[in-house]
């Protein structure tokens, strides 16, 4: 995963609405998460892959980081 792909999530949950991440499940964020990163560049399948388990490895930081804006 390239850095920049790293800030696009990273600014994606920092742009979010708190309730958007906090009222979903983990999987629902996750899929939340990738359909705007989809919105934003073209993932090649593989990519899809890691950024999903990079996501779900983060998404008790993620909530962390929703409930405090």
Not at 43 to 68: F, G, M, N, Q, W
């Amino acid at each position: 995963m390239t850095p920049v792909m790293l800030r696009q999530i990273w600014s994606l949950v920092e742009g979010a609405q708190a309730t958007t991440i906090l009222n979903q499940d983990d999987p629902s964020l996750v899929e939340w998460l990738l359909s705007q990163l989809r919105e934003q560049r073209s993932l090649a399948s593989d990519e899809v892959e890691i950024i999903s388990h990079y996501i779900r490895a983060r998404t008790p930081l993620i909530r962390e980081i929703a409930a405090t804006q």
